[in-house]
Every structure is written in C-alpha cells, then in structure tokens.
C-alpha cells in the first residue's frame, strides 16, 4: 500500500501557490484529451500542447478537456491560466496527497477525488483525481493514463442517455458515479481476499496468516479515511447553491452518495470480519500452545517417579542390598515401565490426552 502522506520536503519554505508537483511521475510526457459535444455534435481529440486549447475555449457547445500526468507543471501552469484557475487550485492539482473535498470559487467548482485500485500483489494504491467544473467546461487531471474515463467517453460518442442532453454538471456527475463504481470492484477483491484467508486460517494458523489478517486492516482503514470525506464532498454537491449545478441534476448527486453510504457500511462489515477472524488466530495460537504445554507437562509428569528411582539407585552409597540382586536392574526396569504405563492409563482414563 502506498503511504497516505507524500513528502513535501521540497517545497519547504516556498510561498503559498508555488507549483511543484509532489507524487510520482508516472509517464514522461503529459497527454491532454479533448471532447467537445452537444446534443446534436461530438468531436474527440488530443491536443499537443496547451496552445491548442486556446481555440478550443470559446468554440460553442460544452468542452471536456482531460489531462493524464502532472509532471509537467508548465503545461499545468498554461491550462490554469487559460481557464482563470487560482494558483491555490493548480497547487492542490500537483500536490497529489489531497483528501477528497470541493471548493467553490464563484465562477467554477474544484473536486477532489481518490482512484482506488489492487496491484498484482493484492496491495491497494490510491491516485488523486482532480476535477475542475466551469460554465460550459470541465477540466480533469489524473496522475497517469488510465481506461477509468473510458466508460463516460463511450457514453458520449454513441449519444446514449442524457449525458449529452445535459449541462457540464451532469457529465461531472458521470465522471464522479464512475469513480465511485470502481470501489465496488475494490470491495469484490477484498472480500475474496478475506473469504479465502478466513477458509485458510480454520485449517492452520501461521504467522503469515497473521501479517494477511494485518495487511487487510491497513488498506481498509486507508480506504475508510478517503470515504469519508468523499461522503462531506458529494453530501455538498447535492446541497449546493452554485449556479454550475441545475437543481434537476442535484438529485443524481444523492444517487452517489447512497452509494458510498453503501460502501462505508460494507467497509465497516469488513473490519469487523477481521476483527473476528485476528480473534479466531489468537484463541487458535493460544490452544495450539496449549495443546503443546499438554504434551510437555505429560512427559515431565511421567518421568518424575522415573527420575526419582534413577536417582535413588544412582547414589554412591556402600550398603545398598538391591544393587546386589542378580535381578535388581531389571527389577528397577520393571517398576519404572509399570509406573509410566500405569500413569498414561490413568491420564485416558481422565481424557487428559
């Protein structure tokens, strides 16, 4: 898992709005997606440069302008001051260890979201989404290129629904119910992870087991501290009184945030889970100890009298009559095996093994 705090030791000592991207820089080169539409027109391109979006700005109809990979901060720069962006916002687009929130700015809205997705070592890692909602444009900046979008682009291309009947909102709507699906792959993949460690756990208890159960708790508490902030930002959105947000689209917004009301509570069903289950590897560890301190505590008993005629016929004395007995060692051999036969006896007998 990824750490929820990225160092910002370079940007110690800068003045507020200074543009340093803090995250890591996934690809070498920036690439910028335009989507222009409206109801009766859809044109989709890539852009080489921020130059290019500055015809693309004032051409009629909504512009959809998605940008994969912040290491470039100049074009970050250019893009902002195309579309009046404070350089407060620019900075929180760079700095890619935001919490989900929304900020209204009057003429636009800035949204903060967190892509959740697994690594082929079952380890969770987040990316930071920004999305910038204006009158008749939307901008959205991930940290890498991704198919996450791909879902809302094809939507727009074969003109099903609303999406392009409606405003700019809606199709913010659509990026963010998109984001939001997603968890839902995320809490399927926990969920097997859970269901198999739990069938593993009943049949032995390792340590390995233990660092699973561990593991497991981390990325849900990780997701957890994303969620719900994510529920406060879209809680706002449904509430809000921009002008950018029509008051029919409002209620699509509500639809979202069941959704993640959904995935808190499962998050938290999960948690329990591994409670339980880090209960069950104790109590199993604890009886396996047991079960050892058993069989330990058997064997001294058993040996106790054994030892004790050992030492009894071990003593150096002059006068001991049995060590004379033609049978005395096998007499002692005997005594010794009938006492530890008749102890294990006694032992089943008292279902203590």
Same mark, same amino acid.
């Given at each position: &898992?990824?750490?929820?705090?990225?160092?910002?030791?370079? /940007?110690? %000592?800068?003045?507020?709005? @200074?543009?340093? *991207? =803090?995250?890591?820089?996934?690809?070498?080169?920036?690439? =910028?997606?335009?989507?222009?539409?409206?109801?009766?027109?859809?044109?989709?391109?890539?852009?080489?440069?921020?130059?290019?979006?500055?015809?693309?700005?004032?051409?009629? %109809?909504?512009?959809?302008?998605?940008?994969?990979?912040?290491?470039?901060?100049?074009?970050?720069?250019?893009?902002?001051?195309?579309?009046?962006? *404070?350089?407060?916002?620019?900075?929180?687009?760079?700095?890619?260890?935001?919490?989900?929130?929304?900020?209204?700015?009057?003429?636009?809205?800035?949204?903060?979201?967190?892509?959740?997705?697994?690594?082929?070592?079952?380890?969770?890692?987040?990316?930071?989404?920004? +999305?910038?909602?204006?009158?008749?444009?939307? $901008?959205?900046?991930?940290? /890498?290129?991704?198919?996450?979008?791909?879902?809302?682009?094809?939507?727009?291309?074969?003109?099903?629904?609303?999406?392009?009947?409606? %405003?700019?909102?809606? $199709?913010?709507?659509?990026?963010?119910?998109?984001?939001?699906?997603?968890?839902?792959?995320?809490?399927?993949?926990?969920?097997?992870?859970?269901? !198999?460690?739990?069938?593993?756990?009943?049949?032995?208890?390792?340590?390995? !087991?233990?660092?699973? +159960?561990?593991?497991?708790?981390?990325?849900?508490?990780?997701?957890?501290?994303?969620?719900?902030?994510?529920?406060?930002? +879209?809680?706002?959105?449904?509430?809000?009184? @921009?002008?950018?947000?029509?008051?029919?689209?409002?209620?699509?917004?509500?639809?979202?945030?069941? *959704?993640? +009301?959904?995935?808190?509570?499962?998050?938290?069903?999960?948690?329990?889970?591994? @409670?339980?289950?880090?209960?069950?590897?104790?109590?199993?560890?604890? &009886?396996? $100890?047991?079960?050892?301190?058993?069989?330990?505590? =058997?064997?001294?008993?058993?040996?106790?009298?054994?030892?004790?005629?050992?030492?009894?016929?071990? &003593?150096?004395?002059?006068?001991?009559?049995?060590?004379?007995?033609?049978?005395?060692?096998?007499?002692?051999?005997?005594? &010794?095996?009938?006492?530890?036969?008749?102890?294990?006896?006694?032992?089943? !007998? !008292?279902?203590?093994?």
């Amino acid at each position: &898992m990824n750490t929820a705090l990225k160092k910002r030791s370079k /940007k110690a %000592g800068l003045i507020p709005g @200074s543009l340093i *991207h =803090i995250g890591k820089a996934y690809a070498e080169k920036s690439k =910028i997606t335009i989507i222009r539409y409206d109801e009766n027109y859809f044109e989709e391109k890539e852009a080489s440069s921020a130059a290019d979006l500055c015809e693309e700005k004032n051409k009629p %109809g909504k512009l959809w302008i998605n940008v994969d990979g912040l290491q470039d901060v100049a074009l970050l720069e250019n893009v902002g001051n195309l579309f009046r962006l *404070h350089p407060l916002i620019l900075e929180d687009i760079l700095n890619t260890d935001q919490r989900p929130k929304i900020e209204d700015l009057s003429e636009y809205l800035y949204i903060v979201l967190r892509k959740f997705q697994n690594h082929e070592s079952n380890a969770t890692y987040s990316e930071q989404i920004s +999305i910038v909602l204006g009158k008749n444009f939307i $901008l959205s900046f991930q940290e /890498k290129e991704s198919a996450l979008f791909e879902p809302v682009r094809e939507r727009l291309r074969s003109d099903k629904g609303k999406i392009r009947k409606a %405003g700019s909102d809606y $199709l913010v709507h659509a990026l963010i119910d998109n984001v939001v699906d997603n968890y839902f792959f995320l809490l399927e993949d926990i969920e097997e992870r859970i269901e !198999k460690l739990e069938d593993d756990l009943i049949k032995q208890t390792t340590p390995e !087991k233990l660092q699973a +159960i561990h593991n497991l708790k981390r990325e849900l508490i990780f997701f957890r501290k994303s969620l719900w902030p994510l529920r406060e930002t +879209i809680s706002s959105l449904q509430r809000s009184d @921009s002008p950018l947000i029509d008051e029919p689209n409002a209620v699509y917004f509500k639809d979202i945030f069941d *959704h993640i +009301i959904a995935i808190i509570d499962t998050v938290d069903t999960f948690r329990e889970m591994l @409670s339980g289950m880090l209960d069950v590897y104790l109590s199993a560890a604890s &009886m396996k $100890l047991n079960e050892v301190m058993k069989v330990l505590t =058997i064997i001294a008993t058993i040996f106790m009298p054994l030892t004790f005629l050992a030492g009894v016929y071990g &003593m150096n004395f002059k006068y001991m009559p049995e060590l004379e007995w033609p049978w005395g060692y096998f007499g002692v051999w005997v005594v &010794m095996l009938t006492i530890a036969v008749l102890m294990l006896k006694f032992f089943r !007998k !008292k279902k203590w093994i």
